[in-house]
């Protein structure tokens, strides 16, 4: 099992950037495929984005594609999620989520991933 810690979020200008980082227990870290969710006030939690279990790697959605990058550390037991360029429509709470196994098929449905950490809320301000 897996606890996940996300943390970085805040109150940010439109086009600026911000980076998430989730921190997870645990010596398996890196049997995990690990992926970015986030879900804005009234809307479904959509994917943001999935990172393989040794970075190489990523699948973004559309909406977040050449603004977001996921990166991750397995020595620290983190993943990593820098937000450039960031509009009032990113703002939402944005969730790290662990998939049990290396195999990396750019998931990004939520019932997928087995583990969930709390959240980190970011708004954009325009």
């Known amino acids: 099992q897996v606890q996940l810690v996300e943390s970085g979020g805040g109150l940010v200008q439109d086009g600026t950037s911000l980076t998430l980082s989730c921190a997870a227990s645990?010596?398996?870290?890196?049997?995990?495929?690990m992926g970015w969710f986030r879900q804005a006030p009234g809307k479904e939690r959509e994917f943001v984005a999935t990172i393989s279990w040794d970075g190489s790697n990523t699948y973004y959605a559309d909406s977040v594609k050449g603004r977001f990058t996921a990166t991750r550390d397995n020595a620290k037991n983190t993943v990593y999620l820098q937000m450039n360029s960031l509009k009032p429509e990113d703002t939402a709470v944005y969730f790290c989520?662990?998939?049990?196994?290396?195999?990396?098929?750019?998931?990004?449905?939520?019932?997928?991933?087995?583990?969930w950490g709390q959240g980190t809320k970011v708004t954009v301000s325009s």
């Open positions: 989520a662990a998939k049990r196994g290396r195999a990396f098929f750019r998931t990004t449905t939520s019932t997928a991933y087995d583990y």
């Open positions: 645990g010596r398996t870290f890196s049997m995990y495929t």
